[in-house]
């Protein structure tokens, strides 16, 4: 790679990788759920809700669960839910607000577009958890009084690729 260039986009993208493998390796408090005697369980309210082998945007999908389906609840923290899989073998976490403590009838049909939001990924429902949606990104879009300027500049700009890896890497930094 000596001697590579690598563009500013391609730096922000893994400065961003590097941010969030960051923040999901810091430590989540799971706390359990009420009582040992007491079995919490809630609904899935997305299509397909995404169980993930831990509590972080990032970790492997290792279970899915549909809409309406009950899982029982082992303990919740930081916006995460931990779940026993589907068949009780193991357990995993999910987005809380992938869940709802109310129980949806197995014979409600809802009006079109009340259900399940049909075909919500999950990097919308992590964006969603963080304030974001493809309306609210629209909106701006279209009524930013922000100049992007200098962002269009810094976009033309070229780094060796040692030096983004040093970045990375915490090199250069005070």
Same mark, same amino acid.
């Given at each position: ?7 500013l ?13 960051s ?5 989540v ?28 945007a990032? $970790? *492997?999908?290792?279970?899915? %669960? ?10 919740? @923290? /930081? +916006? ?21 403590a ?8 809802? $009006? *079109?577009?009340?259900?399940? %939001? ?5 990097t919308?429902?992590?964006?969603? @958890? /963080? +304030? ?11 009524r ?20 983004c ?10």
């Amino acid at each position: 790679m000596k001697g590579s260039k690598i563009s500013l986009k391609l730096m922000a993208v893994f400065f961003a990788v590097t941010i969030c493998y960051s923040y999901a390796a810091e430590p989540v408090s799971i706390e359990p759920s009420r009582s040992a005697t007491q079995t919490l369980e809630m609904t899935v309210q997305v299509e397909i809700g995404r169980i993930r082998s831990s509590p972080s945007a990032v $970790a *492997p999908v290792i279970a899915t %669960a549909l809409y309406r389906q009950r899982l029982k609840v082992l303990g919740s @923290g /930081k +916006g995460w839910v931990k779940v026993a899989l589907p068949g009780g073998q193991g357990y995993g976490y999910m987005y809380a607000s992938a869940l709802s403590a109310v129980q949806i009838p197995q014979s409600y049909s809802p $009006a *079109p577009g009340q259900g399940a %939001a049909p075909g919500v990924s999950g990097t919308e429902i992590a964006l969603a @958890g /963080k +304030g974001f949606n493809a309306d609210l990104e629209e909106y701006y879009g279209e009524r930013a009084s922000v100049r992007f300027d200098w962002v269009d500049f810094m976009e033309g700009f070229d780094y060796e690729a040692e030096s983004c890896i040093g970045f990375l890497n915490g090199e250069g930094l005070r």
